[in-house]
């Protein structure tokens, strides 16, 4: 199993990071609004991590609206050699809390110079376009808004958030993919309808385009559904290992594909500790042919 990934292999400025990532999203408030409970907790997850060897960092400033990036920036500027942290656009939050498309190209541009201003960045080194439900504008003439604005030097990489095999294939005709975030996990690789509603399209065959074309998949929400009485192969894995299932769930990812980053996310240390744990677990072949 490899234990680092390079983004944009295949570019001029490829970025090779350590392979457990981390999500920010669960550092804020309920219902991914306001700040954090225990905000003293979030400042020293987030430096705990970096701490620790993560070197990729998942954001968005829709986030709680800012709130997460605000807290990278005061757990971690300056940033230390090596750290890539990850934005996403194409949606924002409303007063009500819901989730519309902030797409146009105005807003994507609007979307960048706030995460640069807020992250104190001069580039993002990576920006995750996200498919949106309802979107009215074209998710290509989005997508070529970013290439635009990589073409500016304001983006390093861009990548896709939430998309379908189609939408992969067509937008790789516009320019280089470097990286797909989409839903995926070992109990959640088919198409389902997410919490706050919207369709979340499957991982499985994703990832087969992605490793045929060098594009880094990174899953989000893998422990969506990591219940031990739904996953008994899992369980037993675990039990012979003597760790967690969230434990086995991750070491899966990593072992399943060596173009996977996960990036979990908690709010609490001791969960962080064990999920950067779970790198140090090795899955033999016959554990991952009895895992399926």
């Given amino acids: 199993m490899n ?3 390079t983004i944009g292999a295949a ?3 490829p970025l090779t990071v350590n392979r457990m990532g981390y999500g920010t999203m669960r550092l804020t408030g ?4 306001g700040e954090p409970a225990d905000r003293p907790q979030a400042l020293q997850v987030l430096k ?5 060897g993560v070197q990729f960092l ?3 400033d829709y986030y709680g609206r800012d709130i997460t990036n605000r807290l990278i920036v005061e757990a971690l500027y300056p940033y230390p050699k090596g750290l890539v942290i990850c934005t996403k656009v194409g949606a924002t939050r409303k007063d009500d809390k819901s989730w519309v498309p902030y797409a146009e190209p105005q807003q994507l541009a609007e979307s960048i110079e706030n995460n640069l201003r807020t992250l104190r960045l001069e580039q993002m080194p990576l920006v995750h376009l996200r498919a949106m439900p309802h979107n009215p504008v074209p998710f290509g003439e989005s997508l070529d808004a970013l290439f635009h604005l990589q073409r500016q030097g304001k983006i390093g990489h861009v990548g896709l958030s939430n998309i379908s095999l189609e939408q992969l294939e067509a937008a790789v005709k516009q320019g280089a993919i470097a990286t797909v975030s989409n839903a995926y996990g070992y109990s959640q690789r088919e198409s389902f309808t997410a919490p706050h509603g919207g369709e979340m399209p499957g991982g499985e065959e994703v990832l087969d385009y992605c490793e045929q074309h060098q594009i880094v998949l990174i899953p989000f929400w893998s422990l969506l559904n990591a219940l031990p009485a739904q ?3 899992i369980a037993a894995v675990a039990k012979k290992k003597g760790v967690t299932t969230g434990q086995v ?3 899966w990812l990593l072992h399943r594909s060596d173009w996977m980053l996960p990036i979990p996310g908690t709010s609490q240390l001791t969960h962080l500790e064990e999920n950067l744990a779970a ?3 090795a899955l033999t072949p016959e554990d991952m042919d009895y895992l399926g």
């Avoid at 309920?30 to 609004?33: A, T, V």
């Avoid at 705990?48 to 620790?52: K, S």
């Fill in 48 to 52: 705990r991590a970096v701490e620790a």
């Fill in 3 to 5: 234990t680092t990934i």
């Fill in 30 to 33: 309920p219902q991914i609004w």
């Fill in 11 to 13: 570019s001029a400025a």
């Fill in 231 to 233: 996953d008994e192969k």
């Fill in 249 to 251: 769930h991750l070491a």
């Fill in 279 to 281: 790198v140090r677990i």
């Fill in 58 to 60: 998942d954001t968005a």
